[in-house]
């Protein structure tokens, strides 16, 4: 969707004052993703566009809670909020490199563990659909999403709210807006939210998916004749349960949630940025200077069983520091350039004990090397001195790029031309450390346990160019705009760091072994290597064309259609066999081609319609994981279809009840099919959601619903230890929430 | 240590001594240092001998230098069975007119951890010379046979 055309369509909708200065805010001072996307992106992109009341109305307070309202947009809930798997056009990954890259207020977040938390008072969100990695760079190859907040400069005031809801969920928000003087600004803001959750273990009858979580923004702008000065400050902190999967049966029936080991993330994310902006006659300069820190722990029961089999402990600290300098130059009201610089370092450090305990010894470790043994001497066996041991995994994972992006957009009448190029160069390193220290005995010839130490020590380094190009044309009437685009887009290779329990396990079964004099015959795939601990980067070449049409201010309607032909596609996979970890791995070939419809329409004074329909068809090309070919099967966990329906009456009533407000959406999402074979998956669905809201003046009282027809789905599925598991997506919420704006 | 820098037919030394010029000496055995030999194991299955080709064996001498230690790597007495490594320890020895001789029996073997005693060795015998070796032994019930030659690193 070209995004002057949703400008125009907020404005249409709302005329609150903040969707107004949206408008002014563009010509007095910009963003440095503004200033990216004008001119040659500015009409050649598919893109939705969410206003601060649309998103209210919407419950868009997060990246999830977007899914499957922008056309093939679609994030799964589940898990916990280190998940955040995002999938667009056929596109998306499980774990590691996001294919949808997330800024806030121009600060980028690299880290996907990070990517799920509540945004305080969003302004805007921006959702660029298709390869942005001329402008973005690493990891946008599917879109980028542009979050903005509310600026103290714009907006002065005080915001309140508190909602309460289904399974004694609480929100709280709070945040204040001050301006002094004309040229300075500054806002605080915080929010608490808790849930006890929805979803029991029926190991031991508690709720799983329990939440505690809060943070806060301080920002400070000062903005004076052209040049501008932003200082923001964010914190989020989350202690929560989660992941309610549910075992598989052997006849397909879906078991109840139980598992014994206790599971829970806690998660602190902290960011600091400073943006500058100066504006001069034909140019402006910006720059983002940006911090970020993370530290996050994630305790995991991995089997998802009642039996003591292994259990996760994944702990990160990573500190990422960017640095993006954004140059326009505008000569001429025909040309126009963009010239930017971008770099960062990253440093993980990352410790990742796994913990096998005694059925995972016995049924893991034990049961593979004594079926051998036991064929010769079924008398004897080999035993381990410990109920339960570690294998530890320390990692260190330096990371760096640098980039330099250039654009020009040459304008003749209707028509404009456009050409850009990224070049792009990425290094990261990899050191391990994993060991496991055990005692061991074989009963017929040794009377006593013996030591056994395996290690897995080493280092490795991987390195990307890229040259990433992109080409439009574009043709703008005042009714019309049509465009068509060439774009590449790039996700950078990495490391399988979940592989390595599995890696040190066949180590130390091969140590054992060879201690013993014992030499079994191979019965499935080893990934006793350092090469399987890397992946490689993935690309695409992306074909589209587009249109929008809007006859009057009460009717617009946009259509893109796409073709994405993408190598080394990036998919998570489970090792066969009883393997404990997973890995990332790269597919081959796929293709993906689709369309996306969008329509605003507003009938009527009082009442707003909108639909947004996708359609997605990825297959595997090329893909052969060694043991089958799963060439022409559809790419999993990307729907392929969404669909969004909602709609909006407002009553003005008088001076004491200002408006009533009646809200109502639908969205849906399917077929998705949960495994490289297509021999799983959920047929499409769809939940209904309402709310009415009654404003008086600065007050607001809402009741909300989602999920009202109870539809049960299923959002998530995937292998364990040769087990099944599935998630049940949430059922019926119900909540109230009071506003209070002054 | 020595005793294992074995001239082969030394008598044949005295043969030099006797002025006989144009006697080139035998190659040298020496068993300082484990000597792996490759070749092919032979074991009696059911009546039936299965042989192995390209199988490893170690001779390792003792620290004192009375004895050698015999180190069959990954062998199989029976096609469906892991491959094992089995040392038969403390095998003492002769010198034959420049060859090794090796008599030994019930010996248990060491395997799998510890003493084994499933498959005592019983009538050991063999000769090893600078280049070859051939030993005939039973494993418990498995009559097992092995030549070889020595390994070189080329």
């Given at each position: 969707m070209p995004i002057s055309s949703s400008v125009v369509s907020s404005v249409a909708t709302d005329t609150t004052h903040l969707e107004v200065v949206e408008d002014e805010f563009v010509e007095v001072v910009a963003t440095m993703s503004q200033i990216k996307q004008q001119g040659l992106f500015e009409n050649s992109v598919a893109a939705t566009n969410i206003f601060m009341q649309d998103a209210e109305r919407e419950k868009i307070d997060d990246m999830r809670s977007m899914s499957s309202y922008a056309p093939n947009f679609f994030v799964p809930d589940y898990g916990s909020r280190m998940t955040s798997s995002i999938y667009m056009r056929g596109m998306g990954a499980r774990i590691d490199q996001p294919a949808v890259g997330l800024y806030i207020d121009d600060v980028p977040v690299l880290n996907k563990n990070a990517f799920d938390f509540d945004v305080l008072d969003i302004r805007s969100i921006k959702l660029l659909r298709g390869p942005q990695s001329t402008l973005y760079g690493r990891n946008t190859m599917a879109g980028v999403m542009d979050v903005r907040t509310l600026s103290p400069?714009?907006?002065?005031?005080?915001?309140?709210?508190?909602?309460?809801?289904?399974?004694?969920?609480?929100?709280?928000?709070?945040?204040?807006?001050?301006?002094?003087?004309?040229?300075?600004?500054?806002?605080?803001?915080?929010?608490?939210?808790?849930?006890?959750?929805?979803?029991?273990?029926?190991?031991?009858?508690?709720l799983l998916d329990w939440e505690n979580g809060g943070g806060g923004r301080a920002k400070l702008e000062w903005h004076k004749d052209a040049l501008s000065l932003t200082n923001t400050f964010s914190v989020d902190a989350v202690n929560q349960g989660g992941w309610p999967y549910r075992l598989i049966g052997e006849d397909g029936e879906k078991l109840t949630t139980n598992y014994n080991d206790p599971s829970n993330y806690t998660r602190l994310s902290l960011s600091d940025a400073v943006r500058v902006v100066y504006m001069g006659e034909n140019y402006a300069l910006t720059s983002v200077t940006s911090w970020s820190y993370l530290d996050d722990c994630m305790t995991l029961d991995q089997d998802f069983t009642p039996r003591s089999m292994f259990t996760l402990q994944q702990a990160q600290r990573e500190h990422t520091l960017t640095e993006e300098v954004v140059v326009k130059y505008d000569p001429t009201q025909r040309y126009s350039a963009r010239f930017g610089a971008f770099g960062f370092y990253k440093q993980l450090n990352m410790s990742a004990p796994v913990r096998f305990k005694r059925d995972g010894i016995d049924d893991l470790i034990l049961a593979n090397a004594n079926k051998g043994i036991q064929m010769m001497f079924p008398d004897h066996a080999i035993l381990f001195e410990e109920d339960e041991f570690d294998i530890s995994s320390d990692f260190r994972n330096p990371t760096w790029g640098a980039a330099l992006y250039h654009t020009s957009e040459v304008k003749l009448g209707r028509w404009s031309f456009g050409a850009g190029v990224r070049f792009d160069y990425e290094s990261s390193t990899l050191n391990y450390n994993s060991n496991a220290l055990i005692h061991y005995r074989f009963t017929m010839t040794m009377p006593r346990f013996k030591e056994l130490k395996s290690t897995f020590v080493g280092k490795n380094r991987k390195s990307f160019f890229e040259v990433l190009p992109r080409v439009s044309v574009n043709y703008n009437a005042p009714q019309f705009n049509a465009y068509a685009t060439v774009s590449k887009g790039y996700k950078a290779g990495g490391f399988n760091t979940q592989i390595f329990s599995d890696i040190l396990q066949n180590r130390m079964m091969n140590?054992?072994?060879?201690?013993?004099?014992?030499?079994?015959?191979?019965?499935?795939?080893?990934?006793?290597?350092?090469?399987?601990?890397?992946?490689?980067?993935?690309?695409?070449?992306?074909?589209e064309v587009g249109a929008s049409y809007t006859p009057t201010p009460k009717f617009v309607a946009e259509l893109s259609l796409f073709y994405i032909d993408c190598r080394d596609q990036q998919l998570t996979v489970f090792p066969a066999g009883k393997s404990t970890g997973r890995m990332m791995t790269n597919a081959g070939r796929t293709r993906s081609y689709g369309v996306e419809a969008t329509i605003d329409w507003w009938p009527m004074k009082n009442l707003d319609l909108r639909a947004a329909y996708g359609y997605t068809n990825a297959r595997f090309l090329k893909y052969n994981d060694g043991n089958n070919d799963y060439r022409g099967r559809y790419v999993p966990y990307a729907p392929q279809h969404t669909l969004s329906l909602s709609g909006?009456?407002?009553?003005?009533?008088?001076?004491?009840?200002?408006?009533?407000?009646?809200?109502?959406?639908?969205?849906?999402?399917?077929?998705?099919?949960?495994?490289?074979?297509?021999?799983?998956?959920?047929?499409?669905?769809?939940?209904?959601?309402?709310?009415?809201?009654?404003?008086?003046?600065?007050?607001?009282?809402e009741v909300w619903g989602r999920n009202l027809t109870g539809t049960e789905y299923d959002t998530f599925y995937f292998v364990s230890v040769g087990n099944a598991f599935m998630q049940s997506g949430r059922p019926r919420q119900l909540g109230a929430k009071l506003s209070f704006d002054f | 240590m020595k005793i294992f820098k074995i001239f082969a037919l030394a008598a044949m030394m005295f043969g030099m001594v006797a002025c006989d010029n144009t006697t080139t000496p035998e190659e040298v055995?020496?068993?300082?240092?484990?000597?792996?030999?490759?070749?092919?194991?032979?074991?009696?299955?059911?009546?039936?001998?299965?042989?192995t080709p390209d199988s490893l064996i170690e001779i390792v001498p003792s620290q004192d230098g009375k004895s050698f230690s015999i180190v069959?790597?990954?062998?199989?007495?029976?096609?469906?069975?892991p491959a094992l490594d089995i040392t038969i320890p403390t095998v003492n020895f002769t010198v034959t007119d420049g060859a090794i001789n090796l008599v030994a029996d019930g010996i248990i073997p060491l395997c799998m951890g510890g003493e084994f005693p499933n498959y005592i060795v019983t009538a050991l015998k063999g000769t090893i010379t600078a280049t070859s070796i051939d030993l005939s032994l039973k494993f418990g019930d498995f009559e097992t046979s092995f030549k070889g030659t020595v390994q070189t690193n080329a």
């Amino acid at each position: 969707m070209p995004i002057s055309s949703s400008v125009v369509s907020s404005v249409a909708t709302d005329t609150t004052h903040l969707e107004v200065v949206e408008d002014e805010f563009v010509e007095v001072v910009a963003t440095m993703s503004q200033i990216k996307q004008q001119g040659l992106f500015e009409n050649s992109v598919a893109a939705t566009n969410i206003f601060m009341q649309d998103a209210e109305r919407e419950k868009i307070d997060d990246m999830r809670s977007m899914s499957s309202y922008a056309p093939n947009f679609f994030v799964p809930d589940y898990g916990s909020r280190m998940t955040s798997s995002i999938y667009m056009r056929g596109m998306g990954a499980r774990i590691d490199q996001p294919a949808v890259g997330l800024y806030i207020d121009d600060v980028p977040v690299l880290n996907k563990n990070a990517f799920d938390f509540d945004v305080l008072d969003i302004r805007s969100i921006k959702l660029l659909r298709g390869p942005q990695s001329t402008l973005y760079g690493r990891n946008t190859m599917a879109g980028v999403m542009d979050v903005r907040t509310l600026s103290p400069i714009f907006y002065t005031g005080t915001r309140l709210a508190a909602e309460y809801a289904t399974a004694n969920s609480v929100k709280v928000n709070a945040s204040h807006y001050q301006r002094f003087g004309e040229h300075f600004g500054l806002s605080l803001g915080g929010y608490y939210r808790h849930t006890d959750g929805m979803f029991t273990n029926d190991y031991d009858g508690e709720l799983l998916d329990w939440e505690n979580g809060g943070g806060g923004r301080a920002k400070l702008e000062w903005h004076k004749d052209a040049l501008s000065l932003t200082n923001t400050f964010s914190v989020d902190a989350v202690n929560q349960g989660g992941w309610p999967y549910r075992l598989i049966g052997e006849d397909g029936e879906k078991l109840t949630t139980n598992y014994n080991d206790p599971s829970n993330y806690t998660r602190l994310s902290l960011s600091d940025a400073v943006r500058v902006v100066y504006m001069g006659e034909n140019y402006a300069l910006t720059s983002v200077t940006s911090w970020s820190y993370l530290d996050d722990c994630m305790t995991l029961d991995q089997d998802f069983t009642p039996r003591s089999m292994f259990t996760l402990q994944q702990a990160q600290r990573e500190h990422t520091l960017t640095e993006e300098v954004v140059v326009k130059y505008d000569p001429t009201q025909r040309y126009s350039a963009r010239f930017g610089a971008f770099g960062f370092y990253k440093q993980l450090n990352m410790s990742a004990p796994v913990r096998f305990k005694r059925d995972g010894i016995d049924d893991l470790i034990l049961a593979n090397a004594n079926k051998g043994i036991q064929m010769m001497f079924p008398d004897h066996a080999i035993l381990f001195e410990e109920d339960e041991f570690d294998i530890s995994s320390d990692f260190r994972n330096p990371t760096w790029g640098a980039a330099l992006y250039h654009t020009s957009e040459v304008k003749l009448g209707r028509w404009s031309f456009g050409a850009g190029v990224r070049f792009d160069y990425e290094s990261s390193t990899l050191n391990y450390n994993s060991n496991a220290l055990i005692h061991y005995r074989f009963t017929m010839t040794m009377p006593r346990f013996k030591e056994l130490k395996s290690t897995f020590v080493g280092k490795n380094r991987k390195s990307f160019f890229e040259v990433l190009p992109r080409v439009s044309v574009n043709y703008n009437a005042p009714q019309f705009n049509a465009y068509a685009t060439v774009s590449k887009g790039y996700k950078a290779g990495g490391f399988n760091t979940q592989i390595f329990s599995d890696i040190l396990q066949n180590r130390m079964m091969n140590d054992l072994m060879a201690d013993l004099g014992v030499y079994l015959d191979q019965t499935g795939p080893s990934y006793d290597t350092a090469e399987a601990t890397g992946y490689k980067p993935e690309h695409s070449w992306n074909y589209e064309v587009g249109a929008s049409y809007t006859p009057t201010p009460k009717f617009v309607a946009e259509l893109s259609l796409f073709y994405i032909d993408c190598r080394d596609q990036q998919l998570t996979v489970f090792p066969a066999g009883k393997s404990t970890g997973r890995m990332m791995t790269n597919a081959g070939r796929t293709r993906s081609y689709g369309v996306e419809a969008t329509i605003d329409w507003w009938p009527m004074k009082n009442l707003d319609l909108r639909a947004a329909y996708g359609y997605t068809n990825a297959r595997f090309l090329k893909y052969n994981d060694g043991n089958n070919d799963y060439r022409g099967r559809y790419v999993p966990y990307a729907p392929q279809h969404t669909l969004s329906l909602s709609g909006d009456y407002t009553w003005h009533i008088n001076r004491t009840l200002d408006r009533v407000r009646l809200h109502a959406d639908w969205r849906g999402a399917g077929r998705i099919y949960w495994d490289e074979a297509n021999r799983y998956s959920q047929p499409f669905y769809g939940l209904l959601g309402a709310s009415v809201a009654l404003d008086f003046n600065r007050l607001t009282v809402e009741v909300w619903g989602r999920n009202l027809t109870g539809t049960e789905y299923d959002t998530f599925y995937f292998v364990s230890v040769g087990n099944a598991f599935m998630q049940s997506g949430r059922p019926r919420q119900l909540g109230a929430k009071l506003s209070f704006d002054f | 240590m020595k005793i294992f820098k074995i001239f082969a037919l030394a008598a044949m030394m005295f043969g030099m001594v006797a002025c006989d010029n144009t006697t080139t000496p035998e190659e040298v055995v020496d068993m300082d240092a484990p000597t792996a030999y490759v070749g092919t194991v032979s074991v009696v299955v059911a009546g039936q001998t299965v042989p192995t080709p390209d199988s490893l064996i170690e001779i390792v001498p003792s620290q004192d230098g009375k004895s050698f230690s015999i180190v069959f790597k990954k062998i199989k007495f029976v096609p469906a069975m892991p491959a094992l490594d089995i040392t038969i320890p403390t095998v003492n020895f002769t010198v034959t007119d420049g060859a090794i001789n090796l008599v030994a029996d019930g010996i248990i073997p060491l395997c799998m951890g510890g003493e084994f005693p499933n498959y005592i060795v019983t009538a050991l015998k063999g000769t090893i010379t600078a280049t070859s070796i051939d030993l005939s032994l039973k494993f418990g019930d498995f009559e097992t046979s092995f030549k070889g030659t020595v390994q070189t690193n080329a």
